[in-house]
């Protein structure tokens, strides 16, 4: 467990597991636990938040931190509130249901200013940290849910798993999950438990169903379920059908997807449709996007126009420009750039990616060209036929860019970059290596897609100094 904090000088922890002691919040980490110091050394506690007094119990001491447990709250913030969710204090899918929304923003748009005060030497006079985009309502935003299929003494249970762990916890309802896809998840669980058809047991490497992914259209209403299992079978597949037919109508699109392997990935290889269409279609504004079972699409659509129209304001096009889009799933942000640029391009890994971007970009009627594979094959490959990106958009991972994408940047020279960071860390690496290679940032914007989580995006823009 590697922590990523603002200046903290490493030392050797002198605490042991188990010790307590009073302990002062100073400010929120990158996963959402609060950080504090006892003699000097870095302690983080989760569920404890910034400027609350605690007694903390060490749980686990690494060489250069320890990490603690709330024993008691001798002052609590004034952001602390009640987390609705009746699951919150097991499930690992949300950090930060007792911390006020208002809070929760500040404190994003702090984390990274954390990450750029330890990762490069940027000027925050110079340029501008904005304060965090957020939510009007932050709840039922997740358009996607992929609930993990367990046993838990005989009986089948769908859900997450707890921080930290291997034990699945049940949940038959997610309030940060559009409500359609609790419905056909919990529907889905009845079925399969009513036709004694198991989950997967990984130790065992017995039993059939993984996962239960479902996604719903918020502008469309469509909805597909797709079933995970480890079989290349799936017993009972008509049976199953009939009766997802029969209480769940309004599903459009059911697949099966099969995944063998010893994996933590959630899709396997292998998808085939067995029942009504192969896709199911969202909107974005004016927009609208055909998306494949394992196709990237941002998962919460209203947050997703304030980022795309935030990444058009950064990349400043005049309708000449030519834009490559990496990392560009179903061809979302580029087309969604596509009415101010001359021509995009795009690239992905993920191949029915790329076939969605296509079938996409010819049913909107956009000029576009989309390649499977790396943005370091395809850039370098179209610079030698003569085209180049005038705007560079990338929307990466959380492990961020590559060391060779970096190095094709450096080298094809875009005259803008447009970056969307899921990780202020590794964004504020990145800017290290861009800012050298010639490269000016402009701004950071953070942006919350995630309410009740840890994870912040940022947009940023970096330009091309004259004469690099």
């Not at 952001?79 to 923003?105: I, K, N, T």
């Not at 965090?132 to 859900?159: C, E, F, H």
């Not at 997967?200 to 259209?217: H, L, P, W």
């Not at 990338?394 to 094709?408: A, F, I, K, N, Y």
């Amino acid at each position: 467990m590697k922590k990523q904090h603002s200046k903290d000088k490493p030392s050797q922890v002198t605490m042991t597991k188990g010790q307590r002691f009073p302990l002062t919040i100073k400010r929120m980490g990158i996963d959402g636990e609060g950080v504090g110091y006892y003699k000097r050394q870095v302690v983080f506690v989760r569920g404890a938040l910034p400027g609350e007094e605690i007694v903390c119990e060490v749980t686990k001491v690494h060489r250069k931190f320890a990490e603690g447990r709330v024993r008691k709250i001798r002052k609590a913030s004034p952001d602390r509130v009640e987390a609705p969710c009746p699951y919150y204090d097991h499930c690992g899918g949300c950090q930060l249901q007792h911390f006020s929304y208002e809070g929760q923003l500040r404190e994003k748009r702090d984390v990274v200013r954390q990450a750029f005060e330890r990762y490069t030497k940027v000027s925050f006079g110079r340029v501008e940290l904005k304060q965090t985009v957020g939510m009007k309502d932050p709840w039922r935003y997740r358009n996607k849910s992929q609930m993990q299929a367990g046993n838990d003494d005989g009986k089948l249970i769908v859900g997450l798993y707890q921080t930290d762990s291997h034990r699945l916890i049940d949940i038959p309802e997610c309030i940060v999950q559009h409500p359609k896809t609790d419905e056909v998840t919990r529907t889905v669980k009845e079925i399969l438990e009513q036709l004694n058809i198991p989950a997967y047991n990984e130790k065992k490497r017995q039993g059939v169903v993984r996962t239960i992914v479902t996604r719903a259209g918020f502008e469309t209403g469509e909805v597909q379920l797709v079933l995970v299992t480890a079989t290349k079978d799936l017993p009972k597949e008509e049976l199953i059908l009939e009766r997802v037919k029969e209480r769940l109508p309004f599903v459009e699109s059911v697949v099966h997807n099969i995944n063998s392997r010893k994996t933590s990935l959630i899709f396997g290889d292998e998808t085939r449709v067995i029942a009504g269409k192969e896709k199911i279609r969202e909107e974005l504004g004016d927009l609208s996007f055909d998306l494949s079972a394992r196709a990237f699409f941002q998962l919460n659509p209203v947050q997703t126009e304030k980022l795309y129209n935030m990444a058009k304001e950064a990349a400043r096009l005049s309708g000449t420009e030519k834009v490559a889009d990496a990392y560009c799933g179903v061809g979302t942000i580029g087309l969604w750039l596509a009415d101010g640029a001359g021509e995009i391009r795009g690239m992905d890994v993920i191949e029915d990616s790329i076939r969605d971007a296509r079938k996409n970009a010819e049913r909107l009627g956009v000029n576009a060209v989309y390649e499977t594979g790396k943005a370091e094959k395809w850039l370098p490959q179209w610079e030698k036929e003569g085209w180049t990106p005038d705007v560079l958009v990338v929307d990466p991972p959380r492990s961020g860019l590559d060391d060779s994408l970096l190095e094709t940047i450096r080298r094809v020279k875009p005259k803008r970059i447009v970056y969307v960071s899921c990780n202020p860390s590794t964004l504020a690496k990145n800017t290290n290596v861009l800012v050298k290679g010639g490269y000016r940032l402009e701004q950071l914007q953070p942006v919350d897609m995630f309410p009740q989580t840890a994870q912040v995006e940022v947009v940023s823009s970096f330009v091309l100094k004259e004469g690099k």
